[in-house]
């Protein structure tokens, strides 16, 4: 079975553009969920999608925006990039939900805003 | 709100030698809780989970226990070894219904010199 793919794996952007990223999770599974990692303030949630709606949503700006697709693929997009959002962004897929689910991590894409 | 909090690393040990890493949690009800290991350049996999008070999660040589009355969830290994070398973070899961969000600790730095 394949794993959770993300791309693209890295990213360089300048300040002010947007970036889209993607996201295959494993199949069947209809969950997903992204999350920033820094050095600075760790592992934080971004938003889940279940089912292409957007079912809990972590405290970022409204630049930070998210979809999911008929197939459970997702997309997280970043408006107005700022030298901040330099990160590593990891996608997680679960089967269905809830308190003790396993998430799957992806290997993340690393994100350099210059 | 829930959080989880985990013992600053980075911690250094001998191969063979025993590790515990500490974790407590905040949380208004009954999280689920984890261990995630993330090697370099990778994303992040689960290590063991516990998803009620006095479960025992374990796997290959870990181990971490459910403790309610102190809100906890160290993580331990009898005999480490040099492949064990990662990072290791303590998460919970937001309870509070149908929702795969991971409150994660700031990840704890573990180094197994031969």
């Known amino acids: 079975k394949a794993g959770v793919t993300q791309t693209p794996r890295y990213l360089i952007k300048t300040r002010g553009q947007q970036v889209t990223l993607s996201c295959s999770p494993i199949?069947?599974?209809?969950?997903v969920s992204w999350y920033q990692q820094t050095p600075g303030q760790g592992l934080q949630f971004l938003f889940e999608?279940?089912?292409?709606?957007?079912?809990n949503k972590g405290n970022f700006p409204g630049r930070f925006s998210g979809r999911q697709f008929s197939n459970s693929r997702s997309e997280m997009n970043v408006s107005t990039l700022e030298l901040g959002d330099s990160a590593l962004y990891l996608c997680?897929?679960?089967?269905?939900?809830?308190?003790?689910?396993?998430?799957?991590f992806g290997q993340g894409t690393r994100l350099t805003v210059v | 709100g829930d959080s989880v909090t985990q013992m600053e690393g980075p911690v250094t040990l001998s191969e063979e030698a025993f590790l515990t890493i500490n974790c407590t949690y905040t949380a208004t009800g009954y999280p689920s809780l984890f261990w995630y290991v993330q090697y370099p350049g990778e994303g992040l996999q689960l290590l063991l989970k516990a998803t009620k008070a006095d479960d025992k999660g374990s796997n290959k040589g870990f181990e971490a226990t459910y403790r309610k009355e102190t809100t906890s969830f160290h993580l331990e290994k009898g005999s480490v070894q040099v492949s064990d070398s990662a990072v290791y973070f303590c998460a919970s899961n937001d309870y509070g219904g149908a929702t795969n969000k991971l409150i994660f600790g700031t990840g704890t730095l573990l180094a197994v010199q031969p």
């Open positions: 999608y279940f089912s292409e709606t957007q079912r």
């Open positions: 199949s069947g599974h209809r969950s």
């Open positions: 997680a897929s679960s089967p269905q939900g809830g308190s003790g689910t396993e998430a799957f």
